[in-house]
């Protein structure tokens, strides 16, 4: 018998013929001989319906009571399917985040969750019931309602999987696992049978949604094996875990992408200590977040500095550089919002040396020209021209060879 | 400064516009240098639109996930009405029952409140907010959320009031008050300015469904100073309190009426010890609640039992007492479902001789029929054809002198 946490997001319980569908699931897990601990989110759509009950009443809601009003969302999803449940005759018993004491810290919307008491599912679970946890949801030390943030629910599920010492948590979504590259530009994009957390984390933060990255890194702090697979799908999914032996050899496992970024230059800088956060300290102070930061040294004691932002910010971010410009007396500043990040991404290129060159190779015998390039131990990223994001993602995936599977099942 | 706790029901706050005016009569309230705790219901509709959810999940859904789902009505009530305050610039705190510990047990559906801790609400008011909670809920010992039923939000408000020892509890309705008699049958009648306790659980279990019985029987018990007023006018409403010296000479408080009862006779009973519980004991089993019993010993040594039952449940009744009348001997069977009950109340009865025959003749004057005839200390009731009951309400309006107003602020 083992523990298995299951986590099912707002499409898949979007209406009542899906939760009834959810429950079948659901049943199918506990006929099996496992303990079961149901994870739900918000019905599709009951979120923004509440959002803009919200919004109607104030431009500016109170943070707290808007976690009061978002919370009754999951809520009713617990509800609805523990009857059914019970109606089919296994019995549930739901529980809110406060109830199970998902104790988060005060920042209202976006609390971290800091413990979980699990005695009492534990009791609940031995009780012979299948326990419906409501997702995206906890409480402060003060006894507040909070929430986790939009996509929190992942995180919930995790972090039960984690304080029940569960043998698995399963996040069941619209798709049916984790790909080389998204199978919406890579005709031949294979699902990863298995993946480590740290490939996981950087195939997120590049863009592939499927997992809101949160979960990712709780699951990596408490060996929570993470498996995603497909709600409306049977499929084993992709399994998310520890790197171990087999997986050492692991070259390359996917092909990531963002086209959410947008690029900005300042050239012709004094090169002295302290520039880079003279440059960067106004954009932080305006809450924009950076990422890629790339600095050469020219020729005449200048420096270019060039980092990316998100393109919503890239108007703002132009404003201030040009700002920052004129203070420190740069020569000039450009910008470009139509670029994309396409990233090889593999735990296995820390012991294999060509992986870089190989990449700029295979992009090179396009023409396909590298504006910027960030490494990380187990990435390498090249900024595009946007145009160019769906020949460089296919090139990628087929000079590493993708098209067969990854390269740690052949070995 | 005073406590004052008000209560809006569903259709006070039925939509975004009606929830922003119940802001301004809150504020307004706060202004006039109140503390104030206001207690809501669901918007109106929303219980029903839970209730049909429920249901399209299971035709019995659990009573334990029930209340889980119908208590996210009131929570999304308070959290729209607090962001209302707010935006209007006088901080304001939501609180569940959850959250302030209205305990009650665990009849689920139907609970009781067992204790509310107060200490929460009273520092969230002298910390200068508006307390805002939810009505017709709480949790029990372990932790579970649970309902008062319908109607018990008014139950949460008085209950509030007397744990916070509130100088008053203010009732919003969709009347200004407590009548006489009914408004759409006595042209003239007129509002009460004030009532006891004893006097309104009377015309509430009487049918003037102006607030919810428990509640007045809650504030009895507690003391509270009860007001029932409109929504949407201004007007000081009925205020039901304690007997004082002023009230004693009250006579006649009102005329209070009920159609919902049907009748049901039992002739040439063997009158024998017992003989009561044969014929009540198979109707209380089968869950049907009987209000009026009369029994008269007739000539031959047998008896006639006579008794009420609620409209609803008229044909399960006479079924049964078929039955009985089979095993018990009687003679013969017969039930009336066009019945109505009209009732005179007033706790100056107790010290007035007189009541009772003046009731009969000023009946007998219209030459309406009496069927039945029950009293208690404070009300005298009569049961009369259905037909009857608008003439007979008006007649003894006018006969007790009630369109001058009630007969204690006469005095």
């Keep these: 018998m083992a523990l298995i946490v299951q986590k099912y997001g707002g499409t898949s319980v979007g209406t009542v013929e899906r939760i009834q569908a959810v429950a079948d699931k659901v049943i199918e897990t506990k006929k099996q001989g496992h303990q079961v601990v149901v994870v739900v989110s918000a019905m599709s759509g009951e979120t923004d319906r509440l959002v803009s009950l919200a919004k109607s009443m104030s431009h500016t809601p109170t943070p707290r009571e808007l976690d009061v009003l978002l919370s009754t969302g999951e809520q009713v999803t617990i509800a609805l399917l523990s009857m059914a449940l019970s109606e089919k005759k296994h019995p549930a018993v739901s529980f809110t985040g406060g109830q ?40 402060d030390e003060d006894g507040n309602i909070t929430t986790l943030g939009r996509g929190g629910s992942d995180t919930t599920a995790v972090a039960m999987a984690a304080a029940l010492n569960a043998d698995e948590c399963r996040i069941y979504t619209d798709v049916d696992g984790v790909y080389t590259a998204d199978p919406r530009i890579v005709e031949d994009a294979q699902r990863m049978p298995v993946i480590t957390y740290e490939e996981m984390l950087e195939m997120a933060s590049l863009g592939s949604k499927v997992l809101q990255i949160r979960s990712v890194e709780f699951a990596r702090k408490y060996n929570v094996n993470l498996r995603v697979l ?34 900005l230059t300042i050239v012709g800088v004094p090169d002295q200590p302290g520039i880079a956060s003279q440059i960067l300290g106004p954009i932080a102070d305006a809450n924009i977040e950076v990422d890629m930061i790339v600095q050469n040294v020219g020729l005449d004691n200048t420096t270019d500095f060039t980092f990316t932002v ?44 060509g992986i870089a060159s190989k990449m700029f190779k295979a992009l090179a015998d396009e023409g396909i020209n590298i504006q910027m390039i960030s490494t990380s131990e187990i990435k390498v990223s090249v900024v595009l021209a946007e145009k160019y994001l769906e020949l460089g993602v296919r090139t990628l995936h087929s000079a590493f060879g993708l098209e067969n599977g990854v390269l740690s099942e052949t070995n």
């Excluded at 969750?113 to 031995?126: P, S, T, Y």
């Excluded at 799908?233 to 070259?251: F, H, K, S, V, Y």
């Excluded at 550089?321 to 740069?330: D, P």
């Design 100 to 139: 199970v004491h998902i104790r988060t810290d005060n920042s209202h919307n976006k609390a971290r969750i800091v413990d979980i008491e699990a005695a009492r599912v534990h009791k609940a679970l031995n009780d012979g019931n299948i326990v419906v946890i409501a997702g995206f949801q906890g409480i």
């Design 310 to 353: 998100n393109r919503a910010d890239f108007d703002k971010a132009l404003k201030i550089l040009e700002k920052t410009s004129t203070e420190i007396g740069a020569k000039d500043v450009s910008g470009d919002n139509k670029i994309a990040k396409v990233s090889v991404v593999g735990v296995g290129m820390r012991s294999h040396a």
């Design 230 to 263: 497909s709600s409306f799908e049977d499929g084993p999914g992709t399994l998310i875990t520890d790197e171990d032996e087999n997986m050492e050899a692991a070259l390359i496992s996917g092909i990531a992408h963002n086209r959410d970024e947008a690029k």
